[in-house]
């Protein structure tokens, strides 16, 4: 179907419904539980009359358990006796096509939605809009447009657990925009400049292969690195012979950067192979070394004049205690740039590319002192953009290691995960056997599992890396929502008596009676929720709660409402309908958390 038909199928379900006023921000033909909500706030609103529609709608929450929607009086502050409004509603209520019933306790009035509309409207709209991979999607950021910054590893360094959390979020940061409707532009600020170059450049010529660079330059470039740290630790010289080397690059000697651009490329390609294995794409990779000289020097002149700026034996730093941010070096003895002076140039250069409405850098709270200093600074240079510029921080991670010790490399982990994962598999063997690509099917499990676990809880808190909790298949992990979604992904492999289905206007949902197939279709209706929350909160750990208890709620079903063995044939496909749109709502959620879910394993 195309996107007129599908939408105008939902339109046309709805107006044969009792008709709803329109509420500004409401999307109901991609938000059906809009809909809902707005019924209501019409009722209320008609026995209290002092509300607006908008007012109330604002108000209806999700109810507590069996309860689809509750209002707290008092919010409304309407003065007088709560129990003498909620009678007034009660009185002027007449159950309708959408709202059945309505509840008074205490503070609240809890509304029951009614049961045939909630199942037909529901599975009209995932079935439509996830044909085009659009179920959980609205359109509030049309026209707005953000760049995003994460994963930004340092070349020649190893690739650690904050950079691995930066692209696990960014990723999702990236969906999650994206499905409010804003144009995203992803960018890969990689570490590709600075003394640690030069540093490299002087090992390189006596510890570098060609061949080893081609295999593998990042592992090569790395082991190059570390060293001639070595070396550097016990002969001063070679710091010397780097720092100068360096000034060259600077100062754009072509001899000294025609190596560092192969590095550099090289190193890049191999990242883009690892991020494709975790599901993760840039538009564009950039870096420290690309920004231009310039900015850096208007900004240093431009603090110089503001007085913020302090010479230290040569080395210029802008004072930032007055709003309690320390001191920085902008520019070194040398001359030559740094990190938070590139920071700030190349703030502005993306700011005259982009034009963006919002840019989002996914970095460690670590660095927190270091975003503040340079969203600080340009707000000081009197940038009326600087507002639009936030942080998206987390916590660390602690204990990351591989069975053969640290892992510095983002292919470790990923190998890792997936070795892990193999092993566990292979402990069931009768099910092993019947996988027919285990290597693969373990490393996206294993993946799945580090992610899960990575977006379980909110950002800012630490956890403990834990291979055995994240890949077990008990428990709230990434492989018990993969294992969801390949049960559910099996049903139409196991059922074909009853495919095809038939157009969703004759299947009979009225044949879906069980209180947990409602529990079901109620969840799947609240995903473009979670989907808007997430956009507010910056939170994976909202869309990861949705999947888990979606995955709980389906797991209750399965014993009662059965599909195979079911002799009424009509109600066999009402329920098959059920869970395949279960299947499309939790895949959309693995989807958004940047997961590829499995149709078997
Ligand atoms: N490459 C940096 C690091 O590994 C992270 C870059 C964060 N982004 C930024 N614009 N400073 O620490």
New binding site residues.
């Given amino acids: 179907a195309t996107a007129e038909t599908s939408l105008s199928l939902i339109s046309s379900l709805i107006a044969n419904l009792p008709p709803l006023p329109q509420v500004p921000g409401t999307e109901p033909e991609r938000a059906v539980l809009d809909s809902f909500r707005i019924a209501i706030a019409k009722f209320v609103v008609e026995a209290l009359p002092s509300l607006t529609v908008e007012q109330v709608y604002n108000g209806v929450d999700y109810g507590k358990k069996g309860v689809d929607f509750t209002i707290a009086l008092p919010r409304f502050r309407l003065g007088g006796k709560v129990d003498e409004h909620a009678k007034k509603v009660l009185d002027k209520f007449q159950p309708d096509d959408w709202i059945e019933n309505v509840v008074h306790d205490k503070n609240f009035l809890h509304f029951t939605c009614r049961t045939p509309t909630l199942f037909r409207l529901i599975l009209s709209q995932v079935h439509d809009l996830s044909q085009k991979s659009e179920y959980g999607t609205n359109t509030s950021g049309n026209g707005k447009k953000l760049v995003i910054?994460f994963s930004?590893?340092?070349i020649a360094?190893s690739f650690?657990v904050?950079?691995l959390r930066?692209t696990i979020i960014g990723a999702f940061l990236t969906n999650t925009y994206k499905a409010n409707g804003w144009d995203v532009t992803s960018v890969n600020?990689?570490?590709d400049w600075g003394t640690q170059f030069g540093l490299i450049a002087v090992g390189f010529e006596k510890y570098g292969s060609e061949e080893e660079l081609e295999k593998d330059a990042i592992k090569h470039l790395y082991d190059v690195y570390v060293k001639v740290n070595a070396d550097a630790a016990e002969n001063p010289d070679v710091k010397v012979q780097a720092a100068s080397f360096f000034k060259r690059m600077e100062d754009g000697d072509e001899s000294a950067l025609v190596n560092w651009r192969k590095w550099r490329e090289l190193s890049v390609q191999k990242y883009i192979g690892e991020y494709e294995r975790l599901n993760v794409k840039f538009d564009h990779y950039i870096g420290?070394s690309l920004v231009g000289k310039e900015w850096q020097d208007k900004a240093l002149e431009k603090l110089t004049e503001m007085n913020l700026i302090d010479d230290h034996e040569g080395a210029k730093l802008v004072n930032l205690e007055k709003y309690k941010m320390g001191k920085a070096v902008l520019r070194k003895k040398d001359g030559t740039s740094i990190?938070l002076t590139r920071?700030i140039g190349?703030?502005i250069e993306r700011y005259e590319k982009y034009k963006f409405d919002k840019m989002i850098?996914v970095?460690?709270a670590q660095?927190d002192l270091?975003?503040s200093q340079?969203f600080k600074i340009l707000e000081l240079m009197g940038f009326d953009w600087a507002n639009r510029l936030e942080h998206v921080n987390f916590g660390m991670v602690l204990g990351m290691s591989t069975r053969k010790g640290t892992a510095v490399f983002l292919n470790e982990i990923i190998k890792e995960a997936a070795s892990v994962m193999h092993d566990q598999m292979k402990k069931n063997e009768e099910k092993y056997k019947s996988v027919e690509n285990p290597e693969e099917v373990s490393q996206e499990i294993g993946i799945t599992g580090v992610k899960i676990q990575d977006m379980a809880a909110k950002r800012i808190n630490n956890y403990n890396f834990n291979w055995d909790r994240m890949l077990s298949f008990e428990g709230d992990t990434g492989p018990y929502l993969q294992y969801a979604h390949v049960r559910l992904a099996s049903l139409t492999r196991k059922n074909p008596e009853l495919l095809p289905l038939p157009p969703p206007g004759q299947i009979d949902t009225s044949l879906l009676t069980e209180p947990s197939a409602r529990d079901i279709a109620f969840l799947l209706g609240s995903y473009p929720d979670v989907v808007k929350t997430a956009l507010k909160t910056h939170e994976p750990s909202g869309v990861v709660t949705f999947a888990f208890r979606l995955s709980h709620a389906i797991s209750s079903a399965w014993e009662t409402v059965i599909v195979k063995g079911e002799s009424d044939i009509e109600k066999a496909r009402a329920r098959m309908w059920l869970y395949l749109c279960a299947r499309d709502v939790l895949g959309a959620a693995l989807r958004l958390l940047s997961i590829r879910p499995l149709e078997r394993m």
Avoid: R, T
């Fill in positions: 910054e930004s590893p340092n360094k650690h904050g950079h930066s600020y990689l570490g420290e990190y920071d190349g703030a850098y970095v460690g660095q270091h975003l340079f």
